[in-house]
């Protein structure tokens, strides 16, 4: 069992910046790759970005692509989206994700959630 609890949400205006984190508790963190996905009001859930096991071959999803980072430090269990030039289109619910997938993308096929975070980027 992994328990994934993520921070860093919040309001912040159109250009702005976040960094949202989460920490994993449980089972050995380094097994799995990681994700974020967001959820907007009646939107399927998305991924947004994800990374393996070693920190290696980061998948960008093609919106947020050249502003949003993602990495992650094994040694503190905790895997971080930065999020830069912040869209109004970018307001949602992010989640973390633990997946034994190579590189989580699918939402069908992840193994475990954090409750989300919300992220609201006023114009």
């Known amino acids: 069992q992994v328990q994934l609890v993520e921070s860093g949400g919040g309001l912040v205006q159109a250009g702005g910046s976040l960094r949202l984190s989460c920490a994993a508790s449980g089972r050995s963190f380094n097994t799995y790759a990681m994700g974020w996905f967001r959820q907007a009001p009646g939107k399927e859930r998305e991924s947004v970005a994800a990374i393996n096991r070693r920190g290696g071959s980061p998948y960008y999803a093609d919106s947020i692509k050249g502003r949003f980072t993602i990495s992650r430090d094994n040694a503190k269990n905790t895997v971080y989206l930065q999020m830069n030039s912040l869209k109004p289109e970018d307001t949602a619910v992010y989640y973390c994700?633990?997946?034994?997938?190579?590189?989580?993308?699918?939402?069908?096929?992840?193994?475990?959630w954090g409750q989300g975070t919300q992220v609201t980027v006023s114009s």
């Open positions: 994700a633990a997946s034994t997938d190579y590189t989580p993308v699918v939402v069908t096929r992840i193994n475990y």
